[in-house]
């Protein structure tokens, strides 16, 4: 498991494993990104994330209505950049 650098991070450890948590500029939204033992595919080392609206689980984005399991770095990484291009419904600055 390797670093992703994306956005401003903050790293925690979560339930036995990795919790990180991203921030962007000028939205409302972020990532959390975790692999523990409760996360899909934590055995295999790959990542689970989740789309943060005002630090909280939003699941009514166009990148998923869900959480997404079993990814590797570089799709987290393309997921970070969708979640990076998402501007504030409200049209604030988050």
């Excluded at 903050?10 to 962007?24: A, D, K, P, T």
């Excluded at 689970?48 to 209505?65: F, R, S």
């Excluded at 869900?66 to 590797?72: K, N």
Aim: proline share 2%; charged share 20%; with cysteine.
């Amino acid at each position: 498991m390797t670093t992703i650098k994306y956005g401003h991070c903050e790293e925690h450890e979560l339930l036995g494993g990795i919790q990180r948590i991203y921030r962007f500029e000028n939205s409302g939204y972020g990532a959390s990104v975790v692999c523990h033992q409760g996360s899909y595919s934590s055995s295999t080392g790959k990542w689970e994330l989740a789309v943060l609206y005002n630090g909280k689980l939003c699941y009514t984005t166009p990148i998923t209505d869900d959480v997404i399991g079993h990814l590797s770095d570089d799709e987290v990484q393309k997921i970070l950049a969708q979640i990076d291009t998402l501007r504030d419904p409200k049209g604030g600055e988050g």
